[in-house]
């Protein structure tokens, strides 16, 4: 980054000088291309992203179920074809390629150690155990998605929204897996208002305000690490009080993208104070809206543990149901 901090900002600036100069040094040099990665694109200084140095950016999500099955078949390297993979990946959800082909090595030492080729019972007895999540913790998964759902829906109804939860997992990771998932199918904005910043806010906490209001308490699902939605929250709220201009006083703190907003430890303790209500209030208008409507919510619930999935237009038909004027409203924009 162009501001470092702590012991060692010399070397730290030298790399990224020397960085520029060996990408800046590619020029003229036909049949050379530059690809780079990173798990933490917001802390990269922003001269290394400039046009003529490392200028296309492309966001890889965790793969699809066919995804996985081809990532899994170019680790292999054997007979074992596609199509076998795809019933072993098709429940592999939140696997990362790193964890396929750690599954890929597991599976030919067990080859090896048989004095054969890989075969498709090779992975299966790879995998790692099939557990299952109590059936407190699908209910209350179930109702944190219902909430992300209803308080989206409310805010902002022509996004479109789809919610999931599991009853079964595998994972290499040491990380809990997570339960659900609510995915959003909304155009983003031409231009964020504090309006707007705050509803992302809102449906970001809305899951454990819904835990909250329908079963009594929040439980850790909604923090704990970096990308879970208190930490997501955290930082929209820091964005909008240190570089938007859209905190109590005006002073430019931090850039946008800078890393400090991570970690609000970093900032003044009247700034974390700032952060502090506006995460307050908007966790409060979620419980809000999830009490109002805490009978379609629970409807949503239901049927999500009934179906474990639910697209836009199932959400859509709940919502509607319970909320007839829900789709006149949507309509009108």
């Known amino acids: 980054r162009r501001k470092f901090t702590g012991d060692h900002v010399g070397y730290q600036t030298q790399v990224v000088n020397c960085l520029l100069e060996c990408i800046d040094g590619v020029e003229g040099r036909p049949g050379i291309l530059v690809i780079a990665a990173t798990n933490h694109p917001e802390v990269i200084d922003r001269a290394l992203l400039r046009s003529g140095r490392i200028e296309r950016h492309v966001r890889m999500e965790l793969p699809e179920a066919d995804e996985r099955a081809e990532i899994l078949h170019f680790h292999l390297r054997g007979p074992v074809t596609i199509d076998e993979l795809r019933e072993i990946t098709a429940d592999l ?3 990362s390629g790193a964890d396929l082909e750690k599954l890929a090595r597991e599976a030919k030492r067990r080859a090896r150690a ?17 557990e299952t999540f109590s059936s ?8 944190h998605e219902s909430g992300h759902a209803i308080v989206t829906l409310s805010l902002r109804r022509n996004c479109r929204v789809s919610v999931s939860v599991r009853r079964q997992h595998r994972t290499f990771s040491s990380d809990p897996p997570a339960g659900g998932l609510t995915r959003y199918f909304d155009e983003p ?13 809102c449906r970001t906490l809305a899951g454990a305000a819904a835990e909250e209001v329908m079963i009594g308490t929040r439980s850790t699902g909604w ?11 955290t930082v929209v ?28 430890g970093r900032l003044p303790g009247a700034v974390r104070e700032e952060i502090d209500g506006i995460l307050a209030e908007q966790f409060a208008r979620a419980r809000s809206i999830i009490t109002s409507h805490r009978d379609m919510a629970e409807a949503l619930a239901e049927e999500l543990l009934k179906r474990e999935h639910l697209e ?20 009108a924009g």
Do not use: Y
């Not at 048989?114 to 099939?130: S, T, Y």
């Not at 904005?189 to 806010?201: N, V």
């Not at 970096?226 to 930490?231: E, K, T, V």
């Open 93 to 95: 959800n939140d696997w």
């Open 223 to 233: 923090g704990g690490s970096l990308g879970s939605d208190l930490h997501l929250a």
């Open 136 to 143: 407190e913790v699908v209910r209350r998964a179930a109702m």
């Open 189 to 201: 904005a031409d231009l964020e208002t504090r309006e707007s910043l705050e509803a992302l806010i």
């Open 312 to 331: 836009p237009d199932d959400v859509a038909a709940i919502m509607e149901m319970h909320m007839p004027d829900w789709a006149e409203r949507r309509r």
């Open 237 to 264: 709220a820091g964005r909008m009080v240190c570089s938007l201009g859209m905190g109590k006083n005006l002073s430019f703190i931090m850039e946008d993208d800078h890393a400090g907003l991570n970690r609000s």
């Open 114 to 130: 048989a004095g054969r080729p890989v075969q498709i019972d090779d992975v299966a007895e790879a995998l790692p155990p099939l």
